[in-house]
């Protein structure tokens, strides 16, 4: 659940709501924040000091802190200039990128910039940022940090810069026609058409918002503008070993958004649970197991794994549609039926069709593995139909 505060600067009313600003400003502000109370004030300082009065502009601060945060904006919106919003989310869902994604959805102007709140991102490039699209009439900006001009001297240690360069690396790698032109896919500092937003087909997870946009609704234009990333002001980097995993798991995740992407995964995934399998089955027939239980135990081993890989990589944002009991039996059943399907189908392709047992036993192995996957995409991670016609019925 959210809560929502507006303390327009110009009429110094906090009961005003952000839809009751009678002339939306040309420009919308996003800052997601997450425990950031040291750094408002001088960021809100910073944009009244940035942006010229003849660009009208609104902040929208979308908040999941644990601290006074929220509170911190309240107090400091009536010096500003221009109107402030707080809306606060009880629920972080996607991390700082869902906040970006809900503020978004609430900006009034035809420009969106989308700045962190830990004043590493100049405000004085905001006017830059929307003039440039205009004159370019491009529906994405992007503030680079390695174009001529740029730095990354605001960057901590070795260690951030490393971590950095190999993040651009890896995107640019795996998205070489959807980041073409874009240097710093990285980067949480743009500019962004309000019209070229399709929020509805967003699905972040964790902080690079950018690299979310570009890849699910890239506008047809893009341009770049150079900026000095800066030193923080006050806190502490949210960049941590978990944020790392979680921009993993995205990367996954719009890696294999499309039906081939994910199929393709699949099959590496199911070709890594030879591993733990044949462990398996070594250390059963070592024990003395006859190989045909051991085979059939062994094989578990190799469900468990793909399983545990296919819930952390490739549908982690369809787990919800299912219990995880659920889930897991309806995989078991799956995998394991593999298994009894593949024999009597080679049987049939050698004695109906007079295959080899060699190709038949590829194409029953090819067979399979597209049952496989189609099924465990259907019957396992898919959502449930909604009964909307019964319960029509029965509430009539």
Not at 16 to 35: L, Q, R, Y
Not at 164 to 192: E, N, Q, V
Not at 266 to 274: A, E, P, R, T
Not at 279 to 287: H, N, Q
Request: aromatic residues 8%.
């Amino acid at each position: 659940m959210s809560h929502e505060s507006t303390v327009p600067g110009e009429l110094g009313n906090p009961a005003v709501g952000a839809s009751e600003v009678p002339e939306p400003g040309a420009v919308t502000i996003v800052v997601p924040t997450f425990n950031e109370s040291g750094n408002v004030r001088r960021l809100l300082g910073l944009i009244s000091e940035s942006v010229p009065a003849r660009l009208p502009c609104e902040v929208v601060f979308v908040d999941d802190s644990t601290d006074d945060t929220p509170d911190v904006i309240r107090a400091a919106a009536p010096d500003c200039p221009f109107p402030v919003t707080v809306l606060h989310r009880d629920e972080p869902s996607g991390g700082l990128g869902g906040a970006v994604v809900e503020g978004m959805r609430a900006a009034g102007s035809d420009w969106i910039v989308v700045m962190d709140g830990d004043c590493q991102h100049p405000p004085s490039l905001v006017p830059e940022l929307v003039a440039t699209g205009e004159r370019a009439n491009a529906g994405l900006v992007v503030a680079s940090r390695y174009v001529k001009g740029g730095s990354r001297a605001g960057l901590a240690g070795s260690y951030r810069i490393a971590v950095s360069r190999a993040a651009t690396w890896l995107t640019k790698a795996l998205f070489p026609r959807r980041l073409h032109g874009i240097s710093d896919p990285m980067s949480g500092f743009f500019a962004i058409r309000r019209s070229e937003v399709t929020a509805d087909v967003l699905k972040p997870l964790g902080y690079k918002i950018l690299l979310e946009l570009a890849v699910r609704s890239r506008p047809q234009t893009v341009t770049e503008v150079p900026f000095v990333f800066e030193e923080r002001f006050a806190g502490e980097s949210k960049s941590t070993a978990q944020e790392g995993v979680r921009f993993l798991r995205h990367l996954a995740g719009l890696r294999t958004a499309s039906p081939l992407a994910r199929m393709v995964a699949f099959g590496l995934i199911g070709l890594s649970g030879f591993i733990p399998n044949l462990a398996a089955l070594w250390a059963f027939t070592e024990a003395g197991v006859h190989y045909l239980p051991a085979e059939i135990a062994a094989n578990q081993f190799g469900v468990a794994w793909n399983f545990l890989l296919l819930e952390r990589l490739l549908f982690s944002d369809r787990r919800r549609h299912r219990h995880w009991a659920d889930r897991t039996a309806r995989f078991a059943l799956i995998a394991n039926a593999d298994l009894v399907l593949r024999i009597p189908l080679i049987a049939l392709l050698v004695g109906q069709f007079g295959l080899a047992v060699l190709p038949a036993t590829a194409l029953a192995l090819v067979i399979t593995f597209v049952l496989r996957f189609a099924g465990t995409e259907a019957l396992v991670y898919l959502p449930r139909r909604r009964r909307t016609a019964r319960t029509a019925r029965s509430d009539a």
